[in-house]
């Protein structure tokens, strides 16, 4: 049910962020695409804790284990199973919070609804979910360049920490630029700031929130599927599901409504044969579907819940009390969460890569 993401590139992540491990089911990945574990690696230690000064000190290897799906180096084209195994989990540092709920947390909205919960580390509400996503995704990219858009490129990047706004060029900007830095901002110029801000916020036992933008470049023409499943409408599902998120706006977004149709409107011409537009306030969607312009969008992320501050809560038998943060946590998610929009981002696209397949024969109207 609410674990499951895509409609013939299916996923089904599953674990605890304190049981004996986190993982995913991939179903619907065509046969013969190289995959090894390395490939799946490689996006889960730009995921993982304890990689830098700004993120969570838990110290967590995530090595990825495919117990399923691919033989000699090749997918089957029959399901994926992919294994992430626990070993730097400590429940006891959540024994409180077995009986009082954080602020802000998903803590009693989940006792609400099922009855019982896994209170150490949050259990399924934890970010630590979103390892099955990234894993997956990594399998969806190798589907993306091998069988329909070897150029296509997806790139997010940690856009404002707080008060503090980078100024990125995303016709500019390189996954290069992105990693060279350990908050995954694409302005150098504001790495020093946002990292001492980060460090500030979390010696205050606060934590701090912020967005991140994102260029998918050399999409193909044609993807999306109007009415229900508009490609914009697919990706703002795939992003508000990740732990943390407030708000999803792509293109123009909400500044929009404060231009005219003159204003807004991107004027279309023809360049090398091919339908382009001078503008692009749209945001590469046009009536749900990919006009073949770079898809650019936004999230914003709330400040993490946990905080090392006292704070007015109820416990499990409804009475008012205090709670203080315990664990480890991040103080700021944003600098993780690029790898997770990433791999949203992709599980949208190879999604309707095969559904546009299946319903026109691949034909991306890119002539």
Request: hydrophobic share 35%.
């Amino acid at each position: 049910m609410g674990s499951n993401f895509g409609q013939l590139f299916k996923i089904s992540t599953w674990g605890e962020s304190h049981g004996g491990g986190v993982g995913v089911v991939v179903d619907g990945c065509p046969p013969q695409v190289p995959l090894t574990e390395g490939d799946i690696q490689i996006d889960l230690d730009r995921r993982r804790p304890g990689q830098s000064e700004v993120t969570t000190p838990r110290n967590e290897a995530d090595r990825a284990e495919i117990l399923s799906g691919t033989f000699e180096g090749l997918t089957l084209g029959t399901p994926i199973g992919i294994l992430v195994r626990n070993k730097d989990h400590r429940p006891e540092a959540y024994s409180e919070m077995s009986e009082k709920f954080r602020p802000s947390h998903a803590d009693y909205t989940y006792q609400a609804k099922y009855g019982v919960r896994n209170w150490q580390g949050g259990g399924r509400s934890s970010a630590r979910e979103t390892i099955g996503r990234v894993a997956a995704a990594a399998i969806a990219k190798k589907v993306i360049n091998e069988c329909f858009a070897p150029d296509l490129e997806i790139l997010p990047f940690v856009e404002s920490i707080g008060s503090i706004k980078a100024e990125v060029d995303t016709s500019a900007v390189t996954r290069e630029i992105i990693e060279s830095n350990i908050v995954r901002t694409g302005d150098p110029d504001s790495v020093d700031r946002m990292i001492d801000l980060i460090k500030e916020v979390r010696s205050d036992g606060n934590s701090i929130g912020g967005t991140v933008g994102c260029v998918i470049r050399n999409v193909p023409v044609g993807l999306g599927m109007p009415v229900f499943d508009r490609l914009e409408a697919d990706l703002a599902k795939g992003m508000l599901s990740l732990p943390a998120t407030k708000g999803f706006e792509v293109g123009s977004g909400f500044a929009g409504t404060a231009m005219t149709g003159r204003e807004h409107n991107d004027p279309f011409r023809m360049v090398d044969g091919k339908v382009r537009t001078t503008s692009n306030r749209s945001g590469g969607v046009q009536g749900g579907i990919s006009n073949g312009e770079d898809i650019v969008f936004r999230v914003a992320f709330k400040p993490t819940a946990t905080i090392m501050t006292e704070q007015e809560t109820i416990s499990t038998g409804l009475e008012e009390t205090e709670l203080k943060g315990r664990g480890r946590h991040d103080a700021c998610v944003l600098p993780r969460a690029v790898p997770m929009v990433e791999a949203m981002a992709a599980l949208v696209l190879v999604d309707h890569m095969l559904r546009q397949r299946a319903l026109c024969g691949g034909s991306s109207g890119d002539e």
